[in-house]
T-cell receptor
């Protein structure tokens, strides 16, 4: 079975600084997707960034980028120039590429605090 | 934009009551999901559906059932609510293609007393 581990229950960063959230996963599959989702307080969960395992290039979305290390099964999220609106729970998630409508496998989340 | 809505943001029920949580999506998605979110445990999959009237158990189906009579609507049913079902419930949907991004509703915080 696949597992996703987020070892940092909580992280704190000063506004405008850079922070990296860690995620490791365990799978025997070779083709899969990895995601970072953001859940602001009392608001809807939204997708931040997605990485296809077969792509060597790390995904980027504006201030958000990932460091995908397939051999190490590591998928960290870097947030540059942190803003107050980045404060949220962040979840790392995994889905193998294949048939079926199985849900995503999520980590336990990291609570990101932005200090003004 | 994809919109997933849930019938209630907050719900308080008594032990033993039958509880219905409703989810509606407006993007003609084939697949729909119910997750439970608890602090320190992340999101855990309860049930999912890949088509009308089709359903599959997720990781923690005990104490729950689901219904999907129409493509846009997926209901989670607690036949006899218990205090250990106090939680945040999230609905999600996705297209049936190989794009795996899921779109989430705002969640229902259920308290069973």
């Amino acid at each position: 079975a696949q597992t996703v581990t987020q070892s940092q229950p909580e992280m704190s960063v000063q506004e405008a600084e850079t922070v990296t959230l860690s995620c490791t996963y365990d799978t025997s599959e070779s083709d899969y997707y990895l995601f970072w989702y953001k859940q602001p307080p009392s608001r809807q969960m939204i997708l931040v960034i997605r990485q296809e395992a077969y792509k060597q290039q790390n995904a980027t979305e504006n201030r958000f980028s990932v460091n995908f290390q397939k051999a190490a099964k590591s998928f960290s999220l870097k947030i540059s120039d942190s803003q107050l609106g980045d404060a949220a729970m962040y979840f790392c998630a995994y889905r193998f590429i294949g048939g079926g409508a199985d849900g995503l496998t999520f980590g336990k989340g990291t609570h990101l605090i932005i200090q003004p | 934009d994809v919109k997933v809505t849930q019938s209630s943001r907050y719900l308080v029920k008594r032990t033993g009551e039958k509880v219905f949580l409703e989810c509606v999506q407006d993007m003609d998605h084939e697949n729909m999901f119910w997750y439970r979110q608890d602090p320190g445990l992340g999101l855990r999959l309860i049930y999912f559906s890949y088509d009308v009237k089709m359903k599959e158990k997720g990781d923690i189906p005990e104490g729950y059932s689901v219904s999907r009579e129409k493509k846009e609507r997926f209901s989670l049913i607690l036949e006899s609510a218990s205090t250990n079902q106090t939680s945040m419930y999230l609905c999600a949907s996705k297209t049936g293609t190989a794009i795996y991004e899921q779109y989430f509703g705002p969640g229902t915080r259920l308290t069973v007393t």
